[in-house]
């Protein structure tokens, strides 16, 4: 394909995709791998980069107008696929400033980036270095068109294998350049002072976070992580979920669904490795703070979430987005307790999907004096979808939950016809009025500061509402 006017295409070495796309979070546009040579491509408009420093020396370069490029087909082409694949929710291009912000994280100021020599990223702590070791590389090839005259490529180590994968080249299998799939595939080793690193590349790549292996999570506890983490509604997206599994080296697995998918993978990495730092290591790359940083909602959901699972293995998740021990749970109730999370709480405690449905945004933004404003507007809402009257606050509550001239509320909660029910007919209505006076009122005049309302308050405050809910829920409404 021919670059023209409109796009231009930037290539980088294949292995700083996956941490510069994290980088990127919903920025970055249409990337894809060219793997025969090792190589990433990104879309950009035409004319970014324009005043980027020279960066051959690091191995990027640019594809402008009149240039020839390869790029994949919807479904790819040969090895070349999709790395971020374009679809009508991503933008058509990655943003040039962003992306430029994103290689500094690899690569440093980019004045100077060209002149310090290449960098890669270590294979086994996933971060970048000039100071690296080539410790094993491959070549594949595959396809139709690929006969090999002898025992096929595969992956190639120093040596005697190397020599071999050499005399494949030189002497040539047949094969037919249209259907062959070509895959190169480099293993860095960060400096050899990084003795957690060397660890792993003699072990096998057991994948770790940390200088020591956890012993593995049961299965239930594994599957209700991928729940959480791939959730329909509120999880990541199967894109998200792939680009995560590749970065840190789990293989992705078939599934009727995104949790089924993820539980699949992370069980098998787990069952390999005999060792739960693969479920770690997943956990904390998907909630590091940085990705949530347009959504801190979406943080504190997932987040208070998770630590109704992680306290069955006695940990939590800090604000952080570390995994940090704690309390171990064996029951529910204790789950919930031990979480630290209000919307656990609240599940156990069994609220009213009504008082929900009007504060869990607040929250999740841990933001109690809003929350109990919201909190206490939903009865008056729910009196007004009740009647259809259009009143608002003492008015509304002496018009549809007090007899009046007609000797019958039009909002019952029983019978009436004893002076017991009658008392606990008006007290209801004082309840309302009084909940309102005090909260709804004054967090909708007074500043949050001269205002403050605590968790346990706050905790008690929608325990009442839930109940008014259910006595709404049985309530006798006349028209």
């Given at each position: 394909m021919t670059v023209d006017d409109w796009w231009c295409a930037l290539s980088t070495p294949l292995d700083w995709a996956p941490p510069v796309v994290g980088a990127l979070g919903d920025l970055c546009g249409p990337v894809y791998a060219e793997p025969g040579l090792n190589r990433a491509h990104w879309l950009l408009p035409s004319g970014a980069g324009a005043d980027w420093p020279d960066l051959s020396g690091v191995g990027v370069e640019w594809h402008r107008t009149g240039a020839e490029v390869l790029v994949p087909g919807p479904d790819g082409c040969g090895s070349m696929a999709w790395h971020r694949y374009p679809l009508d929710d991503s933008p058509v291009f990655t943003e040039p400033g962003a992306?430029?912000?994103?290689?500094?994280?690899?690569?440093?100021?980019?004045?100077?980036a060209g002149a310090l020599g290449p960098v890669a990223i270590c294979h086994f702590c996933?971060?970048?270095?000039?100071?690296?070791?080539?410790?094993?590389?491959?070549?594949?090839?595959?396809?139709?068109?690929?006969?090999?005259?002898?025992?096929?490529?595969?992956?190639?180590r120093p040596g005697r294998d190397q020599a071999a994968g050499q005399h494949h080249r030189r002497h040539g299998a047949e094969r037919s350049a249209s259907?062959?799939?070509?895959?190169?595939?480099?293993?860095?080793?960060?400096?050899?002072?990084?003795?957690?690193?060397?660890?792993?590349?003699?072990?096998?790549c057991v994948m770790t976070t940390a200088k020591k292996t956890f012993d593995p999570w049961p299965a239930a506890t594994v599957i209700a992580v991928a729940d959480v983490l791939a959730d329909t509604v509120d999880g990541l997206s199967g894109r998200e979920i792939g680009l995560l599994l590749e970065r840190i080296g789990i293989a992705d697995a078939d599934g009727s669904n995104k949790r089924e998918r993820l539980a699949r993978a992370l069980l098998v990495r787990q069952a390999r490795d005999?060792?739960?730092?693969?479920?770690?290591r997943f956990i904390t790359e998907a909630m590091a703070?940085?990705?949530?940083?347009?959504?801190?909602?979406?943080?504190?959901?997932?987040?208070?979430?998770?630590?109704?699972?992680?306290?069955?293995?006695?940990?939590?998740?800090?604000d952080a987005g570390k995994l940090a021990r704690g309390t171990a749970a064996s029951?529910?109730?204790?789950?919930?307790?031990?979480?630290?999370?209000?919307?656990?709480?609240?599940?156990?405690?069994?609220?009213h999907p009504q008082v929900l449905a009007y504060c869990t945004q607040e929250i999740l933004a841990k933001n109690a004096f809003h929350a109990s404003l919201e909190a206490a507007k939903s009865v008056f809402d729910r009196l007004r979808q009740l009647t259809g009257e259009q009143l608002d606050g003492a008015r509304l509550v002496d018009a549809v939950l007090m007899p009046g001239a007609a000797g019958t509320p039009r909002v019952a909660i029983n019978t009436g016809v004893t002076p017991t029910e009658r008392d606990e007919?008006?007290?209801?209505?004082?309840?309302?009025?009084?909940?309102?006076?005090?909260?709804?009122?004054?967090?909708?005049?007074?500043?949050?500061?001269?205002?403050?309302?605590?968790?346990e308050e706050l905790l008690e405050?929608?325990?009442?509402?839930?109940?008014?809910?259910?006595?709404?829920?049985?309530?006798?409404?006349?028209?």
């Open positions: 992306l430029r912000l994103a290689r500094q994280t690899l690569l440093g100021p980019l004045e100077t996933d971060q970048p270095s000039r100071d690296v070791k080539l410790i094993a590389w491959g070549e594949q090839m595959s396809g139709p068109g690929w006969r090999p005259p002898g025992r096929p490529g595969g992956p190639v259907c062959v799939n070509r895959t190169v595939r480099l293993v860095w080793l960060c400096h050899p002072g990084r003795l957690a690193c060397v660890g792993r590349a003699r072990e096998g005999r060792a739960s730092n693969c479920v770690v703070p940085v990705r949530y940083a347009r959504q801190p909602e979406v943080f504190s959901r997932r987040r208070d979430d998770l630590n109704e699972v992680l306290v069955h293995v006695g940990l939590r998740l800090n029951t529910l109730d204790e789950a919930a307790r031990h979480a630290n999370s209000l919307r656990a709480e609240l599940r156990r405690r069994g609220t007919q008006k007290g209801f209505a004082s309840l309302i009025k009084g909940l309102s006076s005090m909260y709804r009122n004054p967090a909708a005049h007074d500043p949050r500061l001269s205002r403050p309302v605590g968790d405050l929608l325990t009442t509402l839930s109940m008014v809910h259910r006595r709404l829920d049985a309530a006798r409404t006349q028209p």
